[in-house]
């Protein structure tokens, strides 16, 4: 390996012939290139899959009741079905080890003023893990705290494009809005992912709307994260089991679709991640096939560069060079130049995943790359093929007898 007149012998052959040489060098360089760029672009089609799904919690049950459309156990149909406090703690309280964090949520459309400033705003009643299921951050101030809903405080968390509409000078945190002709007082801004809509939105504690209603404990909607250690499928089965378990409570026909309906992320996320496997997987055998492509082109060159060099392998033999010596040569220059060649795919492949950033956004393609362990196994690959593919042609070149080298055309 570190036989100074070997190394000289190597880089003379490929000064020599350098036609050949950057064809060896190409196929290699080619497949890295295709790899890194196809697996980049499956990955920025993963980013944006996922970033698709991080609008709200994504591992998200909500739950609504409607009015029924069958009658059941003497109850007649078109019936109304409300859920109520208790309802939201005994679909909480039904498996509480596959729960992440929950809210209810109770929903009313009402007039906010400020100053000379007012407008109709979405007012949500909920607990402190609404942030959670929202996936809210908090920009100034803070969110609900268990004593805000103990004390059924007026307390109120406004969304960032409330601030810019009613409070427009200075930090709204301490500011009273006038919500229906109750004063609540500003504890917190938020923003969030889901855009301008959920951005107007304003959340006060559950217990002071629903009082503020005239002591109902009406709950709109009841949102739970499950726990995300559940699979998608075990997910879905946890959805369907609270659908079933409200339908008996609330004495609603099993197969009454719009009395209590349910909607489960996870049967969105399974439907995705079969759809990312199978892209991953054409992306992958796409990508093999352009190494294997890499692997058969050097392959190939090595065959003719031995067939080649036969003559020069009979001198060799015939002067005293040992077999052993001969295939290492040949061996040292397949793997010099698939080294090198795969060091100029792997730059140029990262060098293109760079320029493409953001530029395949509107293609639904966000922050194409590669990890460095995928790259390094792919070319720990091409250069293990290139031993390969110089090892098996000159080992059987050294077998032959010296005279019959010499005697190839």
Same mark, same amino acid.
């Given at each position: 390996m570190f036989d100074l007149d070997r190394w000289q012998e190597i880089f003379s052959s490929i000064r020599s012939n350098v036609l050949r040489t950057v064809l060896s060098g190409f196929t290699v360089a080619l497949g890295l290139f295709i790899f890194i760029v196809l697996f980049g672009i499956g990955k920025g089609l993963q980013n944006a899959f996922t970033e698709g799904f991080a609008r709200d919690a994504q591992n998200l049950i909500s739950i609504?009741?409607?009015?029924?459309?069958?009658?059941?156990?003497?109850?007649q149909s078109d019936r109304t079905i409300?859920? =109520?406090? @208790?309802?939201?703690?005994?679909? #909480?309280?039904? @498996?509480?080890?596959? *729960?992440? $964090?929950?809210?209810?949520?109770?929903?009313?459309?009402?007039?906010?003023? $400020?100053?000379?400033?007012?407008?109709? $705003?979405?007012?949500?009643?909920?607990?402190?893990? &609404?942030? $959670?299921? &929202?996936?809210?951050?908090?920009?100034?101030?803070?969110?609900?705290?268990?004593?805000?809903?103990?004390?059924?405080?007026?307390?109120? /968390?406004? %969304?960032?494009?409330?601030?810019?509409?009613?409070?427009? =000078?200075?930090?709204? *945190?301490?500011?009273?809005?006038?919500?229906?002709?109750?004063m609540f007082k500003v504890v917190g801004v938020f923003s969030d992912d889901g855009g301008d809509w959920d951005e107007r939105h304003i959340t006060i504690p559950i217990s002071t709307l629903q009082q503020m209603k005239k002591g109902s404990d009406t709950v709109s909607t009841v949102y739970i994260a499950y726990n995300d250690k559940l699979t998608p499928q075990e997910a879905i089965k946890y959805g369907d089991e609270l659908k079933d378990k409200l339908k008996a409570r609330k004495s609603v026909s099993p197969d009454d679709e719009n009395g209590v309906r349910i909607w489960n992320n996870a049967q969105n996320m399974n439907d995705t991640f079969m759809f990312m496997a199978v892209l991953t997987g054409i992306v992958g055998f796409i990508g093999l096939g352009t190494l294997i492509a890499g692997i058969i082109g050097i392959s190939n060159i090595m065959v003719y560069i031995v067939k080649e060099r036969t003559k020069e392998i009979g001198v060799r033999k015939a002067i005293g060079a040992k077999p052993k010596s001969i295939v290492a040569l040949i061996v040292q220059e397949s793997v010099v130049i698939t080294v /090198?060649? %795969?060091? #100029?795919? #792997? %730059?140029?492949? #990262?060098?293109?995943?760079?320029?493409?950033?953001?530029?395949?956004?509107?293609?639904?393609?966000?922050?194409?790359?590669?990890g460095w362990g995928d790259i390094f196994l792919a070319f720990l690959a091409l250069v293990f093929s290139g031993f390969i593919a110089g090892f098996v042609p000159a080992y059987r070149a050294s077998k032959i007898k010296p005279i019959e080298a010499l005697r190839t055309e």
């Open positions: 609504f009741t409607g009015k029924t459309t069958i009658a059941y156990k003497g109850l409300t859920m =109520n406090n @208790d309802d939201y703690d005994f679909l #909480v309280g039904t @498996d509480k080890e596959k *729960v992440g $964090y929950s809210t209810p949520r109770y929903t009313a459309n009402l007039m906010v003023k $400020y100053g000379k400033e007012s407008g109709s $705003y979405q007012i949500n009643g909920a607990d402190t893990e &609404e942030k $959670y299921i &929202e996936n809210r951050k908090i920009l100034e101030g803070r969110y609900l705290t268990p004593m805000d809903l103990q004390r059924k405080q007026n307390v109120a /968390v406004i %969304g960032r494009m409330v601030q810019r509409d009613l409070i427009k =000078n200075g930090s709204p *945190v301490g500011k009273d809005l006038d919500i229906n002709g109750t /090198v060649s %795969g060091f #100029v795919g #792997v %730059g140029l492949g #990262v060098l293109a995943l760079s320029l493409i950033g953001t530029r395949l956004e509107e293609f639904f393609i966000k922050d194409p790359h590669v």
